[in-house]
């Protein structure tokens, strides 16, 4: 058996690529639009050597209202080399840091479309540090 993909719905597709690409550093590797089907698929990656995981991003073309989020997905995870300067990239670019990295380990965001991400360190923990340290966790995630 071999992982595939993940499935995300997201309804503004430049909004969601916004986010993954551009803020997360996801690379779009493939788009499949679909105008029979009132749909686009793209399909994002991490780029690195080796990883073949993908998130399928779906775009049904006419859906008016925010799809129904809900703690019954889960989350998406990535290992990041460094957690706090990942972290701290994304909150300059207006991405709210729902579960901080307090423990240097792991940290939680959430796209626009309410899909929560984890975030973890790559090998050990990093020491706790400010601002991180004393954060506290804002929403759900």
Known sequence: ???LHTMLRVRDLDLALDFFCTKLGLIELRRRPSPEGRFTLVFLGTGAEGDTS???LTHN???QE???TGRFFGHLAYEVDDIYALCESLMTKGVVIHRPP???RMAFIKSP???AIELLQKGDAKA???PWKSM???GTW
């Open 128 to 130: 706790p540090a400010e």
């Open 136 to 138: 506290t966790s804002t």
């Open 61 to 63: 073309w006419d859906e």
């Open 102 to 104: 307090r423990d240097g």
């Open 66 to 68: 925010a799809y129904p």
């Open 1 to 3: 058996m071999h992982f």
């Open 54 to 56: 993908e998130v399928e």
């Open 113 to 115: 479309d309410g899909h």
